[in-house]
């Protein structure tokens, strides 16, 4: 496994990170369980979550994992941001908020820090100072040990930077993004942004929602994640995305590699890009993606995938969960 610097940071986290969206919905406690171990036992040394998956089953499934493995060296990120309750203060990114939404995960996850604490989404109606200085009071108190963001506009993460520079506080050192071969956005504003201040960068959906990885070879399917959650992730799944998605699975088999394999692979080869975050459903699927972590990809192949997709560009958006982003399908 291949283990790089999260930014300007001390800390150095796998190539791979086990994304924990799936767990208990809709894989099975006990294949999830599965998957952690086969995740850890292959060097994965970070896994993502949130507080808002599985509304926080998620979170008390990897805690409970992770003692029975008896690893307590694993690196566990999580995210505060979603409602996780009915309250007015149970949602979003005030002090109020992140409090208890920390004292939450740390009970659901049974541990006394959190190693990564990331807003899941920007809150523009907070000021970012308070945000920023509540997370300051976490990591003086020993209960957050680094802070992150979660899809945000470039000019989101270097203003967080500057503002801690500023006040002399705590500072992000990582941005969740989406990036995959078919929304390359994040290559014009953010990534350069975060090179510039030594933000890492993590990538959610480097397989686009399996366009990447040949779901789509014989059309639309029914137990997709997007036929089955519908809504915004069966919005990311476009016509042209499956085109040029198949286009992609066809490229790579020509170089004689897996498509899911090569899209990991393409995204980890991509200037400025930390990690890319694997979402899997079974332990297969975990496995099967391993080999990307150290996969060098052929020249032609990064070639011919700018021909499908140019630098900067986008043929399937995954920000439509971001409220900021404005940019609509055509």
Known sequence: MDYRALGSSGLRISALVLGSDNFTNPT??????RIIATALDAGINLIDTANSYAAG???????????????DDVLVATKFHYPF???VHDRGNSRQAIVRACEGSLRRLGRDHIDLYQSHRPDMSVPLEETLRALED???AGKVRYIGSSTAPGWHVATSVMTSERLGIERIVSEQSPYNLLDRRIENELVPACQAHG???MCWSPLAMGMLAGRYEQGRTGDTRAAVRGGIYAERVTDAGIRVGNAFTALARQHGLEPAQAAYAWVLAQPGITAAIIGPKTVAQVASALPAAELTLPA????????????GSVVASFFNSAPWMRWKHV
């Open 28 to 33: 099975p406690a006990d294949e999830s369980e």
């Open 57 to 71: 089953a998620a979170e008390e499934l990897i805690g409970a994992t992770l003692r029975k493995l008896g690893r």
């Open 85 to 87: 309750g009915p309250g």
């Open 138 to 140: 976490l990591v003086r």
């Open 199 to 201: 933000v890492g960068v």
């Open 300 to 311: 032609a192949l990064l070639a011919g995938a700018d021909e499908l997709v140019t630098p």
